[in-house]
């Protein structure tokens, strides 16, 4: 009786405890192909979104559930918060923390919730793996980052001995952390297992991945062009090989040498290694359609769209536009076209990811996002096949097609192709309005502003009353932009700025930022997107940089950047713009940017009001000039 009291108590206290929990996971040990069920209790001691919220989400900070969105809409079920989902056959592990509005429930300040995927209550493989990847996300620039890495790595060796990528990633940080001779002798150990992976199975292509992989992992990026050449000289006839070596053709800047030594390999070919030349077709049909050799064009455009992927579509519509672009075999290209319509909706949207194991593994995209893409690729195939109805004499078809593609997306590519086809069959007007629509979504577009006035002549007459009409697209823009840029506003305090220093190492002088419009542009020399948007931002800084209200502050991320390589940067001679550095190696956590260029846009009132991550084009010329006025207007 005691025995079964004692049992009885223990079971209600487990029960007290679990309902105690601000989040609970069913089942305990949740496996591939089960239904999950993540709940938020409100009420729970310590949670930290009141009850009365109208709505939660589960934020993703790390995650391979690869199909599901990263930010999920939880329902009310009585008083909590409920999600529930299927785990896919290649879940492994998730980090979350919950949101409702500008609360964020995490566990502590550098913890977030975790789904461990198990089987037979054991972690599946790469779970410790994918948590220390994680913890980039949790712990952001800590200094303990790199050791509870390293733990993380350890615990998965622990399960799982011969996991590659833990053992690279546990001796990188091995390297990291040594000194002196250990650093050499943990390195010596790390190129022991990588080249112990490629002699596993030196030619086949996801091996190499993940041999070039484990170079990357400890920082020696020069040896993966060697490996490649070695796989090249010593297994030359694998298909692997073949591959490889069109890489290294494609930079051949002969074309005919090119050619020569293209058609040479494929005398190698045949019907059990095919799979290895597609690439080396690509490079020919595309050689033989500028040449004009229909028939060589066609036999290479076989053999390119032989192979069945997701991507399969998408061949054949670059077929057909190469052919069509050429004007060459223009039935052939008009088959193509209709061939990828057919299967429109089946082109890839988002991401999609290949793995050997688990083979394409398509992203999360939401319903709306798809139906977008659909209309696009509709749009993009239809405009198409109206240009070769144009070519081929076939007018009447050709403009009932293009009106179809219209009326279904009037996506950039749709309207480059309306604007050509009515410029070629007489109809600038029509044109015009082709081009006027792509320049109210991009101002910046040069190519599509020279069309527009050839066009505008062509009709007028003339080019009177052209500018009229270009100030008139910049004020439309500018209308139609404005309501958009005021939803996207952050309005939260702007981060200090005081880790930030000149080109001298000097802090920024007192009073300097005071009431002031202050344009931030975080960069890092490294950065090849950064380097691409610096003319645009030149552009936006040259029309007020004699504005007092205005500043400039195009800041050296600091990340694998020091102050001297920010001053040694010959874009200082390049561009006027005034140049900072940052010292802060928690800025981009503070600012909420793991990603550059990062561009922010801070008021007079020094709040924080628009934000600009990666590069986006020409277009953040006239956007971010749009949003300096916004702000100088309210000043």
Known sequence: ????????????????????????????FPERGQQVTITYHPDAPGAKIPADVPAVKLVFSHS????????????????????????????????????????????AAKQHYELVIYKNKVPVKNTYLYKGYSLGAQLGKSDSLLIKQQEMFAKELALYPDNYEARVRWLSSKISLAKGKDKDKFRAQAQEVIARKFRENPTEMGNLNLVTMGYLIIGENSRLDSIRKVVVATYPHSGLAKELLTDQLAKVNDEEKKVALLEKELQQENGENSKAYTGMHQLLFEHYVVAKNKDKALYHARKMAAEKTPYTPGTWED?????????????????????????ADSFPVGVVRFFPEYGYIPGYVTDSARQAALRKTKGNLLSLIATICQKQGKQQEGVRTMEEALSISEDKTTLQRAGQFYAAIGAPEKAYQAYWKILLEEPADTAALQALKQNYIAWKGA??????????????WKEKMTPVLNKSRINKKAPSLAAIVDMDGKPLPAGMLDNKIIVIDFWATWCVPCMEEMPYLQRVYDQYKNNPDVVFMVINSGARNTLENAQQWSGRKKYTFPVYYNTDKEVGEKFGFNIIPATYVIDARNNLQ?????????????????????LLKEK
């Open 1 to 28: 009786m005691k025995k079964l009291l004692l049992s009885i108590l223990f079971l209600l206290a487990v029960t007290v405890a679990w309902a105690q929990q601000v989040v609970t996971i069913q089942p305990q």
């Open 319 to 343: 077929i057909a536009t190469q052919l069509a672009d050429n004007n060459l075999a223009l039935d052939s290209a008009l088959e193509y076209a209709n061939r990828a319509l057919q299967v």
């Open 64 to 107: 391979n559930l690869y199909e599901l969105p990263y930010v999920i809409n939880m329902e009310k079920h009585g008083k909590n918060w409920v999600t529930t989902f299927t785990l896919a056959r290649y879940a492994m592990f998730a980090s979350f923390t919950f949101q409702s509005g500008d609360i964020i429930d995490q566990p």
């Open 463 to 476: 080019a009177a009353g052209f500018e009229e009409q270009q100030a008139a697209i910049r004020q439309v």
């Open 610 to 630: 628009f934000k600009s991550i990666g590069f986006e084009g020409p277009n953040i010329e006239a956007r971010l000039g749009l949003q300096i006025e916004l």
